[in-house]
């Protein structure tokens, strides 16, 4: 839960909230996380923030990973909700990228961009494991990195050959989406806006780069990997390893409860271990293969763009374990930072220190709340 709830309440209580609050939720496996803020002027305002463990609905320890009931999970959303003293029903939802195909299309420079609508759909089929009409599809054409504002997008050509133009593409099943407004709906919220997390993530994390990064997403059962240029996605995998792993990891290997390697996990202390090992020596399988994953997606994305990955941002509840940045930086060849969404809105200036620490894991959540405002 937000520590900080009443000290916000106390200095938010006697402003008016604006008909502009918006609310961004994130729904994960083992949390779920809101972001509250409001418009002032150009400026976006923090007004509550939010965490609730999902373990204890289905009758597991905190940090667990469950798959709840649309019925549970709305009933723990209320409860986070009630308890963050978020005072808006205008809300927006972030979606599970599991659940979706993000890939890149590559359509010859000469179409003419308004044929797009029906080649995508076309084209995207050889990439979509079931019939086109059972998912949501949206596309977006990737801007190209020189632009020649004289001429089209779509005629330009290089020593007489035609160039590709590439075109970002989701798709999300039906059935997915339906999930989520089924839990806004029984929770009595409003949303309108649905966005794939990653989205969301990368709007809250990344700066006005103008170079190639990665945003390394360390989630409870998976670690998602985008890299971004210029804000737009390149390239997007998951890799299937999560902090959930690090903690199981540390209970096989020291006979303890579930809960005593979370704590073990979170404040990278071990007690009465005859080995004296280290938490990171026990996690380091997973680490290790996460990293080799995420590293081997980079390698093959430098060396079929021709660019180079210029750092890494790390985001997730995962990113905050004690000694990730140094293994992190150990790994890669490049600068690697902690993201700090709440940079993006002003809070109260004691609350900077605190809003830096947690803010990794509420990227998404914040993400979607700035995609209502702007």
């Not at 308004?114 to 009409?133: F, N, Q, T």
């Not at 997390?197 to 059962?221: H, M, P, Q, T, Y």
């Not at 670690?223 to 792993?245: A, C, P, Q, W």
């Not at 700090?340 to 947690?358: C, G, Q, T, Y």
Request: glycine content about 6%.
């Amino acid at each position: 839960m937000n520590p900080f709830k009443a000290i916000l309440d106390q200095i938010m209580g006697s402003l008016q909230k604006s008909p502009e609050s918006v609310v961004g939720i994130d729904i994960g496996s083992c949390f779920i996380k809101v972001v509250q803020i409001r418009k002032k002027g150009s400026k976006a305002v923090l007004e509550t923030y939010g965490s609730l463990a999902l373990g204890p609905y289905d009758n597991q320890p905190d940090g667990s990973a469950t798959n709840l009931s649309v019925e549970k999970i709305s009933e723990a959303l209320l409860d986070l909700i009630k308890e963050a003293n978020v005072s808006t029903k205008n809300v927006a939802v972030a979606m599970s990228s599991s659940a979706s195909l993000i890939f890149i299309l590559k359509i010859p420079g000469i179409v003419d961009e308004g044929k797009l609508p029906s080649i995508v759909p076309l084209e995207a089929r050889k990439y979509i494991p079931v019939p086109i009409d059972e998912v949501s599809l949206d596309w977006f054409l990737v801007p190209k990195d020189s632009y020649d504002s004289q001429s089209s997008l779509y005629e330009k050509s290089k020593g007489g050959k035609v160039e590709e133009n590439e075109v970002l593409v989701t798709a999300t099943h039906l059935d997915t989406i339906k999930k989520y407004q089924d839990i806004v709906s029984k929770s009595g919220l409003s949303a309108e806006d649905f966005e794939i997390e990653i989205f969301s993530n990368a709007r809250a994390s990344l700066k006005r780069d103008l170079l190639s990064v990665a945003l390394l997403d360390i989630g409870a059962l998976r670690t998602r990997l985008s890299i971004m240029e210029r804000g737009v996605v390149k390239s997007f995998h998951i890799i299937n390893r999560g902090s959930v792993d690090m903690t199981n990891e540390i209970m096989r290997a020291l006979g303890v409860s579930f809960e005593k390697a979370e704590e073990m996990k979170i404040k990278n202390v071990i007690q009465n271990d005859k080995n004296n090992r280290d938490v990171l020596s026990i996690v380091r399988p997973s680490l290790d293969f996460i990293f080799s994953e995420a590293g081997n997606a980079i390698l093959v994305y430098e060396k079929s763009c021709g660019k180079t990955v210029s750092k890494a941002i790390l985001s997730g509840g995962g990113s905050l374990m004690p000694s990730m940045m140094d293994f992190a930086s150990a790994k890669f060849n490049f600068e690697v930072i902690l993201s700090d969404p709440f940079s993006k809105v002003e809070a109260p200036v004691f609350l900077s220190e605190v809003l830096k620490n947690i803010g990794p894991q509420f990227g998404v959540a914040l993400g979607m709340a700035l995609r209502k405002i702007r």
